[in-house]
């Protein structure tokens, strides 16, 4: 069998792309670029280590659809503004691929959701999440109200500018921006945060992931938009059903420490005044 290969996800910036071609340098044959941005007719490669991803959270995400439910790890290089998902820099790029190409490293599993949407009967949506999905307006115009079913039992009716349901993974993303609480990525959960509610009583609320949520549009819900992962949007119609549970299909994500996460919190948050 030949040595595994190391695929690389490049964003389409130019300073990443100088990267990449160091690393196709120094690699060889050892490493193959995989363009996503074409994903209906790029084939993954087979007998791959890992993918690493040079660029932000967005082209970590999108790298994350593309494999879809295929065992191969991600690493993510942050070259993005955030880089919560980004587990080194640029700087210390060279020291991680010698520590993966040595195996001096651990694998980390990120749950992830299954979105489906039901119209008229018929299934229009089925796709899996790392981060999150959203529902709200296209335009500045009446609150949305999404009637929240948790295992067939009713839960409340939230009338608001919009509604995310998070993994732990996405309580960094849009989810923090709304006030929802940051949540570890072992704990074993799904996290509901409204958008600006008109009721001050309806906070963000974390459930088990064993749940089942259904969530359904009252009112008269024009202009609805439902956001998978920040990068797919579907209009939604009146009597749009969305279906929403952990889905079976985990992601790998690779770390070099095990409690790399807290570090990761503490640099992109500017937390600990300064100390390391």
């Given amino acids: 069998m030949s040595a595994k290969r190391i695929g690389l996800v490049i964003k389409n910036d130019e300073k990443a792309e100088k990267k990449a071609l160091e690393i196709e340098k120094k690699l060889g044959n050892q ?3 995989i363009d996503i941005q074409h994903s209906e007719s790029t084939a993954i490669p087979d007998n791959l280590l ?13 790298a994350a659809r ?19 998902l ?13 520590a993966l190409v040595q195996g001096r490293f651990l694998v980390q599993t990120r749950t992830r959701l299954n979105i489906k949407v039901m119209r008229n009967s018929e299934q229009i949506v089925d796709v899996d999440v790392l981060n999150d999905a959203v529902i709200n307006k296209s335009a500045l115009s009446r609150l949305a109200s999404c009637a929240v079913y948790l295992d067939s039992n009713y839960l409340t009716t939230y009338r608001a ?10 309580s960094t993303a849009y989810s923090l921006a709304a006030g929802g609480p940051v949540v570890h990525p072992s704990v074993s959960s799904i996290i509901l945060t409204p958008i600006c509610p008109f009721t001050l009583t309806n906070r963000p609320l974390i459930i088990p992931d064993t749940t089942q949520i259904e969530i359904r549009l009252e009112g008269s819900p024009e202009d609805m938009i439902l956001t998978l992962d920040g990068q797919e949007g579907f209009e939604m119609d009146p009597g ?8 079976r299909n ?10 790399s996460y807290y570090k990761v919190l503490k640099t992109r948050l500017h937390w600990s005044g300064g100390r390391s």
């Fill in 250 to 259: 985990d992601i790998q994500m690779i770390s070099f420490e095990a409690q």
């Fill in 240 to 247: 749009d059903k969305i279906f929403i549970k952990k889905s």
């Fill in 31 to 33: 490493c193959v670029v």
């Fill in 161 to 170: 500018d919009g509604l995310i349901v998070g993994t732990p993974t996405g």
């Fill in 86 to 98: 980004a587990e080194t820099t640029e700087e210390n790029l060279y020291k991680a691929i010698t």
């Fill in 66 to 84: 593309f494999i879809e439910n295929r065992d191969i790890p991600l690493m993510g290089v942050k070259f993005g503004e955030v880089g919560f």
């Fill in 50 to 62: 890992c993918i690493i991803v040079l660029g932000g959270d967005g082209t970590f995400l999108s």
